[in-house]
């Protein structure tokens, strides 16, 4: 399996078959399985970020009072990527930033209630109960069991919703348990009840051919996660009516204008990084494809699952495979051994110990008191990568939670 290499882009390969991957600067002292969280930047996007940052600092004041113009300008590129109108799209720094510029900006009234489910993003999560408790309200959780389908997730969401539901916020893929949401489901039943509708798309511009699913409502997503654009270069896309509320989250030159104009005017923000995420996108594009990237992607984190629950599987005698009833291609879920990562601080603990005596870079999570192991993978992975894993971090966790 590992000499074969998967089904690596041509580009990828030197004459003789090995691996041939130039476009990126990651420490070679760390085996980096953990993409999604946060994304490898192609050379030539930091190459283009540096040249922009000395253009910035030879003139600051050229560069500022010009800024709003080049971001109408930056906005195109992005929208052209993610597949959306210009005109519904405004640039922000992360996704939670862009989840709090929906929360901010909503006009909820008194007792007015959120619904999310288990699987929610912990900041997503706490910002929605600083909403309810600013308006007397609170936050109604769907219980999602990871294995479920799209028919039982769309049923146990909706039975949440009431009349004093003000907001639907869903993940598109869930950060801790790595599977996706029905989300066109959704939004045409929060629709046929007038309930506005969040998604917190982290993790899908680059992973999905088509991110932004076609509704009525909010979308954020963080550009510097699968599809590798400089670190703090996000998107929130609004449609509808309600859009016209959205303002930033901080008052600036903008105050003028609308939605999205209004969030083009970001003061002395450095905004290289949003600048330079089309040499990212493009770098993917012409050396390897986007469509052949995600091909890989997938086909190598199913074989790094593969193994690596195997080996955990031979080493404690229990199942280390994950019913995932939505899962993802590019990220996947290995349950721990017990007594591991049981509660969202022990799973840092357990993060750096693999990263500070294992050297490798990976994810790991807590849902429902398990943990769990969440594999990534993109064009700079190896199945050798997920082999050494399997060979010399394995036997270490396991070893790690029998001292428990």
Known sequence: MASSLLTAPAAMLTPDGRLAITDWTLSADKTHLNHGSYGAVPLLAQEMQQRLKAKMDANPCTWFMGQAVTLATTRAEIASFLRVEQDDLA????ASAGVSTVYNSLPFGDGAEIVTTDHSYGAVLEGARRVAREHNGQVRVAVVPLEADAALTLELVMAQVNERTALIVIDQISSATARSFPIVEIARAAKALGVPLLVDGAHAPGALAEPVPDFEGFWVGNLHK???APRGTAAVVARGPLRAHLHPLIDSWGFPHSFPESFDHVGTQDITSWM?????????ETRYGWDACRNYAGALAGYGQSIVQDAFTAMTGIDATVDVGMPVAHLRMIRLPQGLATTHEDSHAVRAFVSDALDFET???TFGGNGYLRLSAHLYNTP???EAFA??????L???????
């Open 91 to 94: 640039l922000v720094p992360n």
């Open 391 to 396: 060979e010399r971090a394995v036997p270490a």
């Open 276 to 284: 330079s995420a089309k040499a990212s996108f493009e770098t993917i």
């Open 384 to 386: 050798g990568d997920y």
């Open 226 to 228: 699968f599809a590798c």
């Open 363 to 365: 994810a790991i999570t």
């Open 398 to 404: 396991v070893r790690l939670a029998q001292s428990h």
